[in-house]
């Protein structure tokens, strides 16, 4: 293989990783959405409670359930996203940036 073509492959690496770290800039950008959504539902627990003269409705409180636990799901959905993030695209440019190293050093 070719200097230029080793190139080529780490260019294609780094913009594998540069990908792959948006991806996880997204994620936490959604996390901390879903997060900010969950204390808006608390916020309307708080303000049934209020308006309920103090006392817990009982009507309104599983559709508040279901939103915060939708949200807890999404969040817990994204941060598997993140856990398992490919590391691969990482690996693959450090071996071949080392591979790039060792060829310029013999020229």
């Known amino acids: 293989m070719g200097f230029l073509d080793k190139v080529k492959e780490v260019a294609s ?8 770290l948006a991806e ?5 950008v959604k996390i901390i959405g879903l997060e900010a959504k969950i204390k808006d539902v608390y916020t309307e627990i708080g303000k049934a409670i209020v ?4 006392v817990i ?5 599983g559709e508040f359930l279901e939103k ?8 817990d959905a ?10 691969a695209a990482e690996e693959a440019a450090e071996a071949v940036a080392e591979e790039v190293k ?5 020229e």
Do not use: H, S, Y
């Open 68 to 75: 915060i636990n939708g949200f807890k799901a999404e969040i």
């Open 24 to 28: 996880d800039g997204q994620a936490k």
């Open 51 to 54: 308006e309920a003269g103090g």
């Open 13 to 20: 690496a780094a913009a594998d990783k540069a990908k792959d």
């Open 78 to 87: 994204q941060k598997k996203l993140l856990e398992n993030a490919p590391k």
């Open 102 to 106: 060792e060829e310029v050093k013999a």
């Open 57 to 61: 409705p009982e009507a309104g409180i």
